[in-house]
């Protein structure tokens, strides 16, 4: 804590938790103590601990249980913006994704699928559709609609592993995306995949990923829960 700052402390403290919390030092059931052992520990005033917990439980990373302390209740994943898959990004960040298959078939495209994929409407294509997990617990649910015959999906790896990793051990070269993010309260099904209450606020993504031969051999349809994921924006101005 550096006390000749003009950061606050008690903000010093919660930016160090939430580093923590993200970086898997602090896995979720991790107990902080309570206020008193922890402004002991850490040489701070009890309200300053106070100020730095309120701000992390404000962000639904801690919880204060009686007679317990303080707990992780698990971080929010920040996303960048970039051509990656989310199991990928979740292993990255620490955070022990796991794939739970829910459907892996061949069935007619619809409209929107046969635009995005530049094929016939009606025409047979590939449906994965998952639910993804880290620490056990849900954060997305994904639906993946790819050309009939672009690669094999064996259920068993792609609960093993990510989509993208296995498109690229085909000898597929991902080179751009077109995506669209969004938000809409969760159905009922919705919810009920991913441990929130229906109307609940979730993330939405479609991108539409091209090979380097511009050729479309993706087209995805997720949703996420707004409580544990977030995407990150690096904005620039033009010159």
């Known amino acids: 804590m550096d006390r000749t700052s003009p950061v606050p402390l008690y903000f010093q403290l919660s930016q160090q938790l939430e580093s923590a919390i993200e970086k898997g030092r602090l896995a ?108 056990n617990e849900p954060m997305a649910q994904l639906r993946n609609h790819l050309p009939a015959g672009l690669l094999p999906l064996d259920t068993e790896q792609l609960e093993a592993t990510g989509l993208y990793r296995m498109m690229r051990a085909a000898g597929i070269t991902l080179h751009s995306a077109r995506q669209s993010v969004g938000a809409r309260a969760a159905s009922a099904e919705e919810g009920e995949q991913l441990g929130e209450p229906e109307g609940a606020p979730l993330l939405t993504m479609q991108r539409t990923t091209y090979d380097d031969t511009g050729r479309a051999v993706e087209f995805g349809s997720h949703v996420y829960r707004a409580s544990r994921y977030a995407f990150e924006f690096q904005l620039l101005v033009r010159p």
């Open 28 to 135: 979720p059931g991790s107990l902080l103590g309570n206020e008193i052992e922890l402004a002991g520990r850490l040489g701070l005033s009890r309200p300053t601990v106070r100020q730095a917990i309120q701000l992390l439980v404000d962000k639904g990373l801690l919880v204060r249980r009686r007679g317990v302390g303080t707990q992780v209740v698990h971080s929010q994943v920040k996303r960048p913006l970039e051509l990656s898959s989310l199991y990928d990004d979740l292993e990255a960040a620490g955070q022990r994704p796991a794939t739970r298959v829910l459907r892996n078939a061949l069935e007619p495209a619809s409209a929107e699928v046969a635009a995005a994929l530049a094929v016939p409407e009606g025409s047979e294509v590939h449906l994965v559709e998952r639910l993804r997990l880290a620490h």
